[in-house]
T-cell receptor, first 117, second 114 residues
Framework: GAVVSQHPSRVICKSGTSVKIECRSL??????MFWYRQFPKQSLMLMAT?????????EQGVEKDKFLINHASLTLSTLTVTSAHPEDSSFYIC?????????????FGPGTRLLVL | AQSVTQPDIHITVSEGASLELRCNYS??????LFWYVQSPGQGLQLLLK??????LVQGIKGFEAEFKRSQSSFNLRKPSVHWSDAAEYFC????????????FGAGTRLTVKP
């Protein structure tokens, strides 16, 4: 159980275009999903937290107009990188958990590698 | 806010040797502690977690970790390393009031020599 998928696994796009990444919880309902960014050989940096049906909460320094997050259902959250630039190239990882349980664990997706040319 | 430090950026051990990866956390209340493993180009897999109770926690793949409050540590151990254990290991700490607020250490890259 507790499987989280991401699609696509990797994407290459041209500078200036937008890219959408999907995160799905396959066998549980995720009231909270998280989006992380990981640079090569570095740790995960939390970008934003999204709760189903409400606006995402962004970490300091993360541009909410550039990284649009939609958590439309209990099993799906999307991250859209708008007007992507080469510096947005990174490994994006989502995770999902069930809010309300203080002993809940985040389950991570396999990640999406974005390369902006 | 909570934080976590992994002092060792890179560790190399021989196959069959024992392993200990260090993790120190900073948090004013009782933390929720996690170890994750990440293979190249992959997401994170949960190895084990500590919320309360027995301070020695058993995880998957033969790993264990011990919570030591007096040392603010949660070191990961394995008695005999396999070549397949080569990966990046991340320690993470969650706040007791909201376990969803989780912070990661910088990671320790494990290389296993044949």
């Amino acid at each position: 159980g507790a499987v989280v998928s991401q699609h696509p696994s990797r994407v290459i796009c041209k500078s200036g275009t937008s890219v959408k990444i999907e995160c799905r919880s396959l066998d549980f309902q995720a009231t909270t999903m998280f989006w992380y960014r990981q640079f090569p050989k570095q740790s995960l940096m939390l970008m934003a937290t999204s709760n189903e049906g409400s606006k995402a909460t962004y970490e300091q320094g993360v541009e909410k107009d550039k990284f649009l997050i939609n958590h439309a259902s209990l099993t799906l959250s999307t991250l859209t990188v708008t007007s992507a630039h080469p510096e947005d190239s990174s490994f994006y990882i989502c995770s999902a958990s069930t809010f309300g349980s203080y002993q809940e664990t985040q389950y991570f997706g396999p990640g999406t590698r974005l390369l902006v040319l | 806010a909570q934080s976590v430090t992994q002092p060792d950026i890179h560790i190399t051990v021989s196959e069959g040797a024992s392993l200990e990866l260090r993790c120190n956390y900073s948090y004013g209340a009782t933390p929720y502690l996690f170890w994750y493993v990440q293979s190249p180009g992959q997401g994170l897999q949960l190895l084990l977690k500590y919320f309360s109770g027995d301070t020695l926690v058993q995880g998957i793949k033969g790993f264990e970790a011990e919570f030591k409050r007096s040392q603010s540590s949660f070191n990961l151990r394995k008695p005999s390393v396999h070549w397949s254990d080569a990966a990046e290991y991340f320690c993470a700490v969650g706040a007791s009031y909201n376990n969803n607020d989780m912070r990661f250490g910088a990671g320790t890259r494990l290389t296993v020599k044949p």
